[in-house]
């Protein structure tokens, strides 16, 4: 028996391919999703980026002696790829900041992905496992004002303090030994990131002081530095 018109019509609509459905895509890792699947700010080479990313739960503490060297390491050698430069960074125990450059999104896209593929890898083979090691995606935050990149600076490098870690001077698992914007403190002069290329990172955000190796990040959320 020959199915009517109707029938077949009801039939595509039932199973169709494609196009938006309740409960489609992939899931986020985790329990929740960290960051929104929106869409990014722009990025040019003008405009410093601040970046943080997670671990998955349950993965060991990454302040660990054993853990530094190589994390250093592997930062130096993706620091400079593709038109992205990492030009300061620091570890806290379960999340990384970068403060980066990048000459447009697709650089930050390219560079940011080879740089958390280098990571896991170097983390997964010293800590004799498999499997994801890096949380959801990364959250960016472009920034555009010498007082924002001037904020970002002391969170990122001081972000331990925020932690409750009590540290005197400059924090060892950041570039902070290296950084060359302390006001008391003069930098190593073996530094294994790229210098800043933006005017902003560069000088611009001099204009509202060198930073004190006492100063403590404010602000809320760990992605959101910026002070009143």
């Given at each position: 028996?020959?199915?009517?018109?109707?029938?077949?019509?009801?039939?595509?609509?039932?199973?169709?391919r494609?196009?938006?459905?309740?409960g489609a895509?992939r899931?986020?890792?985790?329990?929740?999703?960290?960051?929104?699947?929106?869409a990014?700010?722009?990025?040019?080479?003008?405009?410093?980026?601040?970046?943080?990313?997670?671990?998955?739960?349950?993965?060991?503490?990454l302040r660990r002696?054993?853990?530094?060297?190589?994390?250093?390491?592997?930062?130096?050698?993706?620091?400079?790829?593709?038109?992205?430069?990492?030009?300061?960074?620091?570890?806290?125990?379960?999340?990384?900041?970068?403060?980066?450059?990048?000459?447009?999104?697709?650089?930050?896209?390219?560079?940011?992905k080879?740089?958390?593929?280098?990571?896991?890898?170097a983390?997964?083979?010293?800590?004799?496992r498999r499997?994801?090691?890096?949380h959801?995606?990364?959250?960016?935050?472009v920034?555009?004002?010498p007082?924002?990149v001037?904020?970002?600076?002391?969170y990122?490098?001081?972000?331990?303090?925020?932690?409750?870690?009590?540290?005197?001077?400059?924090?060892?698992?950041?570039?902070?030994?290296?950084?060359?914007?302390?006001?008391?403190?003069?930098?190593?002069a073996?530094r294994?990131?790229?210098?800043?290329?933006?005017?902003?990172?560069?000088?611009g955000?001099?204009k509202?002081?060198l930073?004190?190796?006492?100063?403590?990040?404010?602000?809320?959320?760990?992605?959101?530095?910026?002070?009143?």
């Amino acid at each position: 028996m020959r199915r009517s018109q109707r029938d077949r019509v009801e039939q595509l609509a039932l199973f169709r391919r494609g196009g938006q459905r309740d409960g489609a895509g992939r899931k986020p890792a985790g329990q929740r999703a960290l960051v929104a699947h929106s869409a990014r700010a722009r990025v040019t080479r003008h405009t410093p980026v601040f970046v943080t990313t997670r671990l998955v739960e349950g993965l060991p503490n990454l302040r660990r002696d054993r853990t530094l060297t190589l994390l250093r390491d592997t930062l130096a050698a993706g620091a400079d790829r593709f038109g992205f430069r990492v030009v300061e960074y620091s570890i806290q125990s379960t999340h990384l900041h970068f403060v980066v450059e990048a000459e447009d999104e697709c650089a930050l896209g390219r560079g940011m992905k080879g740089l958390l593929v280098r990571l896991a890898k170097a983390l997964n083979r010293a800590w004799e496992r498999r499997g994801r090691v890096i949380h959801d995606r990364y959250h960016s935050r472009v920034l555009k004002t010498p007082r924002e990149v001037r904020q970002v600076l002391v969170y990122a490098l001081q972000n331990a303090r925020k932690h409750g870690a009590r540290i005197l001077g400059i924090d060892a698992y950041s570039s902070g030994p290296w950084f060359e914007g302390w006001a008391d403190r003069a930098p190593r002069a073996d530094r294994p990131l790229p210098r800043p290329n933006s005017w902003l990172l560069s000088l611009g955000w001099t204009k509202g002081g060198l930073i004190s190796t006492r100063e403590s990040p404010c602000g809320g959320a760990e992605w959101d530095p910026v002070c009143p």
